[in-house]
């Protein structure tokens, strides 16, 4: 089964960017083949999605960060990124990546680590 590890979070202040990264290790899926996507839990809400890359390369974004946030992909690494960009405060959360249904767009893969990401002056 394909596993996930996070990275790139960090403590930045606002206006500042970041860059994670989503290693795809364990099996023999590539990111490209597949629906992919960034989430975030902030402290007492729910995860949510922040976007989303289809494997033919459509991307979708949550309405908060569209304009300042992409993701992409690394095909020969493997490696799923976000750029995160303008951040904000209230973008502050633990942020995952996972593998979705591209028929129904629900998360279906193992969740990892998550890698914090901190927006504070």
């Known amino acids: 089964q394909v596993q996930f590890v996070e990275s790139g979070g960090g403590l930045v202040q606002p206006g500042g960017s970041l860059r994670l990264s989503c290693a795809a290790s364990?099996?023999?899926?590539?990111?490209?083949?597949?629906?992919m996507g960034w989430y975030r839990q902030a402290p007492g809400k729910q995860r949510e999605m922040v976007a989303r890359?289809?494997?033919?390369?459509?991307?979708i974004y949550t309405d908060s960060v569209r304009g300042r946030f992409s993701i992409s992909r690394d095909n020969a690494k493997n490696t799923l990124y976000l750029q995160m960009n303008s951040l904000k405060p209230e973008d502050t959360a633990i942020y995952y990546c996972?593998?979705?249904?591209?028929?129904?767009?629900?998360?279906?893969?193992?969740w990892g680590q998550g890698t914090q990401v901190t927006v504070s002056s």
């Open positions: 364990g099996s023999a899926d590539r990111v490209y083949a597949m629906g």
């Open positions: 890359i289809y494997s033919a390369g459509a991307t």
């Open positions: 996972n593998r979705f249904s591209q028929s129904s767009g629900v998360p279906m893969g193992s």
